[in-house]
């Protein structure tokens, strides 16, 4: 073939068929951006990498000493002249007591109509001297004059929140001298394809602008790195390190170590096989791969209402047989994470008729433990990167699975990661989930699929064990915080009463409790309130009698469910 023939073919490949893959450079990553009052957190990058915004965080917050609710925000230069009509309020104390034997009380404000009326925000790249590098991207946020989103990204939350720090009770906040009131905007999860943003050498910083507040701006130092120890992505491996009988399968009461492995997008370890980083190396920043373990010490987290996606768990945990599968409403005591116990056993056969067991990195005893204790002894133990279930004698057969869910942030990208294997316990036969509600996809699409969303899980089976009901967070139970989300986010669009949207059948709605009814509505009615008391708690209804069922022989229908 001649030169000028291989010159005629290559400029046809690329037109039609699209440049190789060497030729298009690496693919964009997704940029996590952070605003605390109103200075920039540092951005260190990735030299010649293409971006494109994933996650905006943004925290206006002051102490104040009277309980004003939200005035003194409405007075910070974010927020100052914006409308809050609309405003609507929710509360929920912590359960677990402060240090001092008080308790918190939180106010979460929404729908305030500067949280819903439609802006944008737009991020552009600067050289020292302030003058543009690149052209700018525009996200957008909220709704457009017909109503429907105009957005740029699937989870848009707008909020303010009040935390009274020195309650005397769980009902009583009389006296209280300790407040703090927050506004947060969590931006998150880009609708695909996002507009990339492209980052030439001399760029310095990067300008954030809010169209609401156009005369201010946010100046985001950035710097690059040349050559980064290692590639962007994050992705988790299972080892199963217990040698199965013959035939592939394990015998119910037999201990299954595994080991997990934490790589790059590119297949490079993140930590020596063996150990991963104490506690003490990630809080002090020493972990250079940008491995994530619990962050609740320092950043409290709220179901829908506080930066879930910054808490961070590393966690395992082994569920089945998957056939079987339900919700776990057994409640796992605070006490279960204290003592000896490297692991927490969720589900019992005899009681919740599958086997669950989780295990939290670094264990619970040495993560919680060393939050109890004065020298935080625990924070500095090592950590291995093995972990070991305990399959009881009555474990049923079929099919389990064994997941680890994680997350890491390195060089300005901040990225979850879930792997689910699947382990034969007393059989050879596979057996399939059985799941109650299985249409998530039907909304749950591109930039919002399950497999990108909080961690990274797009298998609706490898939940329940995690998501198990905590004495110290009820609401951390599967369908709770499901009912929770869907009910108070606007995304949702479908009637609330109308379980068949996502339920797959009607005996899957007929197991009556208040964590089921009171996630979802919001009050009962005073037959209700006479015979099982007052609403408590916005998450569960009650406190931890909300996972019994209430009712046998009545609410065995649902008004508009569809079925």
């Not at 373990?293 to 945990?317: C, T, V, W």
Request: proline fraction near 6%; include cysteine.
């Amino acid at each position: 073939m001649s030169m000028l023939a291989r010159i005629t073919l290559a400029a046809f490949c690329v037109l039609f068929i699209g440049a190789p893959a060497w030729a298009q450079g690496p693919a964009p990553v997704g940029l996590a951006l952070e605003i605390n009052n109103g200075q920039g957190v540092p951005l260190k990058l990735q030299a010649g990498q293409e971006f494109f915004i994933n996650i905006i965080d943004i925290r206006e917050h002051l102490k104040t000493a009277g309980d004003t609710g939200v005035a003194g925000l409405k007075q910070s230069a974010l927020l100052t002249g914006l409308s809050w009509d609309g405003m609507r309020s929710e509360e929920e104390f912590v359960d677990l007591a402060n240090p001092d034997g008080s308790f918190t009380r939180r106010r979460f404000y929404t729908a305030a109509a500067w949280m819903k009326q439609a802006s944008t925000f737009t991020i552009t790249p600067l050289d020292a001297k302030g003058a543009a590098t690149a052209k700018p991207v525009v996200i957008k946020l909220g709704k457009d004059a017909t109503g429907k989103f105009a957005d740029s990204m699937f989870i848009n939350r707008l909020r303010a929140i009040q935390w009274t720090y020195d309650c005397q009770s769980l009902t009583n906040c009389a006296g209280a001298k300790a407040f703090e009131e927050e506004a947060l905007f969590e931006l998150r999860h880009a609708k695909l394809p996002a507009e990339k943003l492209v980052l030439p050498g001399g760029t310095a910083a990067l300008q954030v602008r809010w169209s609401l507040q156009p005369a201010q701006a946010t100046l985001i130092p950035v710097t690059f790195v040349a050559n980064a120890e290692y590639a962007y992505g994050y992705a988790i491996d299972i080892e199963s390190l217990t040698p199965p009988r013959a035939d592939g399968t394990y015998a119910p009461g037999t201990n299954l170590s595994f080991r997990l492995t934490q790589l790059d997008g590119a297949g490079k370890r993140l930590h020596p096989q063996g150990s991963l980083p104490t506690f003490n190396e990630f809080r002090d920043g020493k972990n250079t791969a940008g491995l994530q373990y619990y962050r609740g010490f320092e950043e409290p987290a709220a179901a829908y209402y506080r930066r879930k996606h910054r808490e961070r768990m590393l966690m395992a945990q082994i569920i089945g047989p998957v056939h079987q599968l339900a919700p776990i409403r057994s409640i796992v005591q605070l006490e279960d994470f204290l003592g000896s116990n490297v692991t927490q056993k969720v589900g019992r056969p005899e009681r919740d008729g599958i086997y669950s067991e989780f295990q939290l990195f670094p264990p619970s005893n040495d993560l919680f433990g060393g939050a109890f204790d004065p020298k935080h002894a625990g924070w500095a133990a090592p950590v291995s990167d093995q972990f070991t279930f305990h399959v009881p004698d009555n474990a049923q057969p079929g099919t389990y699975y064994v997941t680890v869910k994680g997350r890491r942030v390195y060089l300005g990208e901040d990225v979850p990661a879930t792997k689910t294997i699947s382990i034969q316990i007393g059989t050879a036969q596979r057996t399939e989930p059985r799941l109650t509600a299985t249409k998530c996809p039907e909304c749950h699409k591109e930039g919002s699929a399950l497999g990108l969303l909080l961690h990274g899980n797009d298998n609706l089976a490898a939940c329940n064990g995690c998501h198990s009901p905590l004495s110290f967070e009820p609401d951390n139970e599967a369908y709770v915080r499901i009912h929770f989300i869907h009910s108070r986010s606007d995304r949702y669009t479908l009637p609330l009463s109308r379980c068949a949207s996502c339920h797959q059948e009607r005996t899957s709605i007929q197991r009556a409790s208040k964590a089921a009814c009171l996630s979802c509505h919001t009050s009962y009615p005073a037959s209700h309130v006479k015979r099982s008391g007052p609403v408590h708690s916005i998450y569960v209804g009650g406190q931890l009698e909300s996972f019994q069922n209430c009712a046998e022989n009545c609410h065995k229908s649902h008004i508009g469910s569809g079925f």
